[in-house]
């Protein structure tokens, strides 16, 4: 069974841009979440989806939005970039709807903005 | 709001010894979960262990325990007959039962040194 992939691995933009990201679930896991990992900051949830749904959103600002296609796969994107939004982006997936199921990773994408 | 307190930013273990990592957690949820993430170096990050709040006995996988004391809001990690390859960063982590998102500590970095 596949992993949840995660492209593009590395990525590097400038400040303004934007940069989209993706991950493909594991099959048959409809919840998809994506985490911030900075040094200082630790993991950071960002959002979560079900069924194309998103049913929770962390505090981050309106530049970071998200969306789940019927397949499960999911994009996130970051819109008018800054230095502070460098960071790996991991997306996890979970076969249940709650909290009692395991999240696997990605590997992450890891974005450097200049 | 949920919060996860790893008090150890840096651990270390002699090769074949025992370490315990620590974690806190402040919730007002009375069903929740808990779980230990391990992230080595470069790689994706795994499930090590996972507790259920209603159940009174630690959970045990292998040479990895848990001593979780829920009226404390205490959830430890130990490892025993330690290896080079539980060289890694490990997340505790806390999701409640109708919530899509997991709360993670800041990571308590474990060097094994042979």
């Known amino acids: 069974k596949a992993g949840v992939t995660q492209t593009p691995r590395y990525l590097i933009k400038t400040r303004g841009q934007q940069v989209t990201l993706s991950c493909s679930p594991i099959s048959g896991h409809r919840s998809v979440s994506w985490y911030q990992q900075t040094p200082g900051q630790g993991l950071q949830f960002l959002f979560e989806y079900f069924s194309e749904t998103q049913r929770n959103k962390g505090n981050f600002p309106g530049r970071f939005s998200g969306r789940q296609f019927s397949n499960s796969r999911s994009e996130m994107n970051v819109s008018t970039l800054e230095l502070g939004d460098s960071a790996l982006y991991l997306c996890a997936s979970s076969f249940t709807a709650t909290g009692l199921g395991e999240l696997f990773f990605g590997e992450g994408s890891r974005l450097t903005v200049l | 709001a949920q919060t996860v307190t790893q008090s150890q930013p840096e651990m270390s273990v002699q090769e074949a010894e025992t370490v315990t990592l620590s974690c806190t957690y402040d919730t007002s949820e009375s069903d929740y979960y808990l779980f230990w993430y391990k992230q080595p170096p470069s790689r994706q990050m795994i499930l090590v262990i996972r507790q259920e709040a209603y159940k009174q006995q630690n959970a045990t996988e292998n040479r990895f325990s848990v001593n979780f004391q829920k009226a404390a809001k205490s959830f430890s990690l130990k490892i025993s007959d330690s290896q080079l390859g539980d060289a890694a960063m490990y997340f505790c982590?806390?999701?409640?039962?109708?919530?899509?998102?997991?709360?993670f500590g800041d990571g308590t970095t474990l060097t094994v040194k042979p």
């Open positions: 982590a806390y999701t409640d039962t109708n919530a899509g998102k997991s709360t």
